[in-house]
């Protein structure tokens, strides 16, 4: 099934944005500033952040300009290594990132709604779970319905995040020292701590190149999606280290650790009870936002798996309105378990355990692609990432650090969530042998 360019560059940029803010830059500083307690390195970190997303953008361009088609990673990986490793990616990322990005984002939802009507915290999961339902149903609608909501959350989301920045600077009178040192527990190293404060901060920008998803529904592609790609990247790094040098302007970082929703104690220490209020409105539109792009953009790889026949037809039908209605409602109800059954924090380990594999293997492809490459480089529409191999080998020795860490630290999860990805290849042997090769789904 050929599916229509509606997309343009703006859109694109826009998912990109929408996606990534969300559950983190509300919900995330106050993980990072327990971590690193030092101003400087708090900042510091937000803009590697940047650097992180914008090397990660870079190859994303390339990969994307290579395969211009529905499922963004999942593609690549098919493209590089077989079926096998596709279909290990695409039943991994409709797991693990879908499902546990949704539900990280829907678990912060949740707390915001029981912060805001003044219920016990062992609700939250209930209101996160309705906001999955929420979310679904706009995008069932159609793909032009889901994108004018993602749009129209995404400035939203924007004004309230420079709102917010702008109310801190003019008002704000902390007493943050910004050359403190930065303390380490007795425990830890300072490589460790650094690693451990990465996932939170990466949290935040995750999402921003989920635009490739959606390369096949992008008008003018291969100029469209690496302007969307570096552009929401360089436009992020700027935000979120503006805002994070607005919360210290307010709460020290001892504060920003204590508090859940830094943004919400930020504005009631300016406001009142009052901005607290107004501000947790806004963060529960802001998480709302990210969750409806995240939906939009990420099932395109569930859909991709089964258009290839690698999944149940079903997950490959698209409405009239041009939405996958089957995968839409499938990638939901797997989020919903996360959200039933963890916390945020918990789901976000998770989460970036299963990242650390999967996005590892879709990095490395690019070494692949330009190995095949012929003497005279890739046809003249692809855009090439400058240092392309030098960037991916960082972005993988990163992840890797991460998920090495994760397990560590978290070692059940870790061992519940490596042993569902190991059976996604026990799964594929049982798949082939019962479902025939009819190649793509009409």
Not at 181 to 189: D, F, G, H, K, V
Not at 352 to 360: S, Y
Not at 375 to 398: C, M
């Amino acid at each position: 099934m050929a599916l229509r360019r509606e997309l343009g560059t703006v859109t694109a940029f826009l998912i990109g944005l929408g996606v990534a803010i969300g559950s983190g830059i509300f919900r995330t500083p106050s993980i990072v500033s327990d971590k690193v307690s030092a101003p400087w390195l708090i900042i510091g970190m937000w803009a590697l952040g940047g650097v992180f997303i914008l090397f990660s953008g870079l190859v994303s361009a390339e990969l994307s300009t290579r395969f211009p088609q529905a499922g963004g990673e999942y593609v690549y990986l098919r493209e590089a290594y077989g079926e096998l490793v596709a279909f290990f990616f695409g039943w991994g990322y409709t797991v693990f990132i879908i499902g546990g990005g949704a539900a990280t984002i829907a678990a912060a939802c949740g707390e915001a709604s029981a912060e805001l009507f003044g219920v016990d915290e062992g609700y939250a999961r209930f209101f996160g779970a309705g906001a999955l339902v929420a979310v679904t149903g706009i995008n069932a609608v159609g793909l032009k319905a889901g994108a004018w909501v993602q749009n129209v959350l995404t400035a939203t989301k924007i004004l309230a995040i420079v709102g917010v920045s702008i109310a801190a600077f003019m008002l704000g009178d902390s007493d943050t020292h910004w050359t403190a040192p930065l303390e380490i527990p007795p425990e830890r190293t300072l490589f460790a701590t650094l690693v451990l404060a990465f996932p939170p901060v990466l949290w935040a920008y995750e999402g921003t190149t989920d635009a490739v998803k959606m390369a096949e529904e992008v008008d003018d592609v291969h100029r469209a999606l690496p302007r969307a790609l570096i552009g929401s990247a360089l436009a992020l790094t700027i935000l979120y280290v503006t805002i994070n040098i607005a919360y210290l302007s307010v709460l020290t970082p001892g504060e920003i650790a204590a508090s859940k929703f830094a943004p919400s104690d930020v504005m009631a220490r300016l406001f009142g009870p009052v901005g607290h209020k107004v501000m947790t409105l806004l963060s529960l539109v802001v998480f709302f936002g990210a969750l409806s792009s995240t939906i939009l953009a990420t099932v395109r790889v569930t859909f991709a798996l089964a258009r290839d026949g690698l999944a149940p037809r079903q997950l490959a039908h698209m409405s009239k309105g041009q939405s996958p209605v089957v995968a839409l409602c499938a990638a939901a109800s797997i989020a919903m378990v996360f959200t039933l059954a963890r916390g945020f924090s918990q789901i976000l380990s998770i989460y970036f355990l299963a990242a650390a594999v999967l996005f590892g293997l879709a990095y490395a492809s690019l070494f692949v692609f330009r190995h095949r490459d012929p003497p005279e480089g890739p046809p003249p529409h692809v855009f090439r990432a400058p240092g392309g191999r030098v960037i991916a080998g960082v972005l993988i020795t990163i992840q890797c650090a991460m998920g090495a860490m994760i397990v560590v630290e978290s070692p059940l999860d870790s061992l519940y969530t490596v042993l569902l990805l190991a059976s996604l290849a026990v799964t594929y042997v049982v798949w082939r042998r019962f479902v025939p090769r009819s190649g793509k789904v009409a």
